[in-house]
């Protein structure tokens, strides 16, 4: 997400795709999920500086996917599950759909016949938070997160660089498990605190009837003392840090400052490996 610089946690799964890229003659994709504009809002040059970061360790990308300027494509696959019945337009308030879920009872939405005239109303009649769409799963899954989980959401005011009129933005599992597909992605390495993506993203792709990629997860990486990066944007914010090249902070343009070289970041991820842990 390009909502702060390059840091060494989002280094390891960068070193680790590339690396197997390389060994087995693929390719290294890196995609910028930058469809959230309200809670994780991009910074314009944070798309750049992470570029050159990754160049200056090189790992250099052999694609670059920018989801935010993909919407149109998002959209035409949203059309074809709702018309399949397979996503459907919900306008419960919140709490009246936790209840439901915790109960593991659907809500009327699910069996709206006009569904595709519901879907036409998110960008020209509901509001923020009067309306989102749903994939159809399981509701008396075991995971209560997986159950009819959002795909999409309007923001009526996106705070976004690139885009500041689109109002209906897909969410994280939406968006990758299509991008996933599209450019054919056989292997996904991700960090542990994603593997409810597989349980929501496998309903997507048995509607489409897609073979799903194999996936790996990794473990986070925390270094003590190493603020976040939500914790990094406000302090620069509050001019408490001169900015991302600060000497306190864990980026890679802080450490480049401090003198790491590249082989020594990448040998301590190396050294960490590829683990849950």
Do not use: M
């Amino acid at each position: 997400n390009p909502n702060g610089y390059l840091s060494l946690g989002h280094c390891r799964p960068a070193y680790w795709n590339h690396t197997l890229a390389k060994k087995y003659k693929g390719t290294f994709i890196v995609r910028f999920d930058d469809t959230d504009p309200k809670n994780k809002i991009p910074l314009k040059q944070a798309y750049k500086e992470i570029e050159n970061d990754l160049k200056w360790l090189n790992l250099k990308p052999d694609k670059i996917i920018i989801q935010s300027k993909r919407l149109k494509i998002y959209y035409k696959y949203a059309e074809l599950l709702i018309k399949n019945k397979q996503a459907y337009v919900c306008t419960c308030n919140q709490e009246k759909k936790k209840n439901l879920t915790i109960k593991k009872q659907p809500c009327e939405c699910r069996n709206t016949k006009d569904n595709i005239e519901e879907w036409k109303k998110l960008f020209n009649h509901y509001k923020e938070g009067q309306a989102i769409l749903r994939i159809k799963t399981d509701v008396k899954h075991k995971n209560p997160a997986v159950r009819d989980f959002p795909a999409f959401r309007i923001v009526d005011k996106p705070q976004h660089p690139l885009d500041k009129t689109s109002k209906v933005w897909p969410l994280l599992n939406f968006a990758s498990a299509i991008d996933d597909h599209e450019f054919k992605i056989t292997h996904i390495i991700r960090g542990i605190d994603l593997s409810i993506s597989d349980d929501r993203q496998k309903y997507i792709y048995k509607y489409f009837d897609w073979k799903y990629p194999e996936t790996q997860y990794h473990g986070k990486l925390l270094v003590k003392g190493i603020k976040s990066t939500s914790e990094i944007k406000k302090l620069i914010e509050q001019k408490k840090l001169k900015g991302w090249d600060d000497p306190s902070l864990g980026t890679i343009k802080a450490l480049k400052r401090k003198g790491f070289q590249p082989e020594a970041i990448k040998n301590f991820i190396k050294k960490a490996r590829l683990t849950k842990t």
